[in-house]
């Protein structure tokens, strides 16, 4: 018991309950309560003054009684909180530190009154009117007393103008913790899609690479292809140029032999050479330029060679050969069976 009533006798304990009836806005509501109730006492007097005075009757008295102070209480109960509200009554109390509301305001990007009043609002901080003027942006071991209204905008006007409504400098650092927090996370977000977008890049970018350098390859063959392409369009034509004097005899070569043929006994290689040899003995001019033509691209074979078979000096066998067995269609024998000579 004497413990406790040592902790009653402290400064600490009646500090504490102080900040504690100020949390609660016990003093807000004491006044309006203590205003009503003394309407109330007044009301009775009067009423009791009648009765006494007799100029009223007891019924009449009494029924005036409950109906009077039934609309006196209700009355009076809602001026005295709407007056109590709109002249702020609060406790003063003292604070460690508190920072300028236009200051803290503006650091957290909101410049208009609307949007500072709602984040307030939405957040729940207690706002406090200091008792005097705070010159920087903050005021250490301030006298200051809560602030509630937040629709009296013209009051908040005024109280911001002559630079005494602020908030806690605890509640600001908590604020600032929190919005620090918050960027981070954001920035880290923003990084994170950042590096993502930058690993897409670089796979595009690698896949890019290597699309040109492939078309630069294929570019590439395209210019040597280019570059000898005039030179294979001319050896083709020349080669085709060159063949027409071959066809002189292959032609009427060709039409004898479809009259002179049978399918049932078709040619053979050795029996296309030996017409074509028999028929170049009507073509002595042409002789060397035929010959010319027909080893043109064909391997010089070894005059020493013992197993070279000598071959006829017009010798088909290649492009040559492969052209009159074309011209001769079905004539020109396809399988490996035997021929009976002609």
């Known amino acids: 018991m004497r413990k406790y009533i040592r902790r009653i006798a402290t400064p600490e304990f009646w500090f504490n309950f102080k900040q504690l009836l100020i949390q609660k806005d016990i003093p807000q509501a004491l006044f309006s309560i203590g205003i009503t109730m003394v309407c109330f006492l007044v009301g009775s007097a009067a009423l009791q003054w009648l009765y006494a005075s007799k100029i ?18 209700t ?20 604070l460690d530190k508190v920072v300028d509301f236009s200051y803290a305001m503006k650091t957290l990007g909101l410049f208009k009154l609307d949007e500072q009043l709602t984040y307030i609002a939405k957040q729940k901080i207690q706002l406090y009117v200091s ?46 913790q929190a919005r620090a927090k918050e960027i981070s996370s954001l920035e880290s977000a923003a990084v994170a899609q950042k590096e993502e977008e930058i690993k897409s890049l670089a796979e595009t970018l690698a896949s890019t690479v290597a699309k040109v350098e492939s078309l630069q390859k294929e570019n590439a063959e395209l210019r040597n292809i280019c570059k000898t392409q005039p030179g294979r369009e001319r050896a083709i034509a ?25 399918r049932n006994r078709p040619y053979t290689r050795s029996d296309i050479q030996a017409a074509f040899d ?25 005059d020493n060679d013992k197993n070279t078979t000598p071959k006829s000096d017009f010798d088909l066998t290649g492009w040559a050969m492969d ?3 074309e011209g001769l269609g079905d004539l020109a024998k396809r399988d490996a069976g035997a021929v009976k000579k002609r």
């Open 56 to 73: 009223a009757t007891q019924p009449l008295i009494i029924i005036s009684s409950i109906v009077f102070t039934s609309l006196m209480v």
């Open 75 to 94: 009355a009076i109960a809602f001026w005295v909180m709407k007056a109590s509200f709109k002249f702020h009554i609060a406790i003063s109390e003292q």
């Open 131 to 176: 008792k005097q003027q705070i010159t920087n942006t903050y005021l250490e071991d301030a006298i200051v007393k809560r602030y509630t209204l937040l629709r009296d905008k013209e009051k908040i006007k005024y109280y911001k103008g002559d630079d005494r409504l602020c908030i806690s400098a605890a509640t600001y650092d908590q604020i600032m």
């Open 238 to 262: 020349n080669s085709s140029i060159r063949r027409v004097v071959f066809w002189r005899v292959a032609g009427p070569l060709l039409n004898t032999l479809h009259e002179q043929g049978n």
């Open 278 to 302: 028999k028929a170049m003995e009507d073509f002595p001019a042409l002789k060397e330029e035929i010959k010319q033509i027909l080893l043109a691209g064909k391997k010089v074979k070894d």
């Open 323 to 325: 052209a009159m067995r």
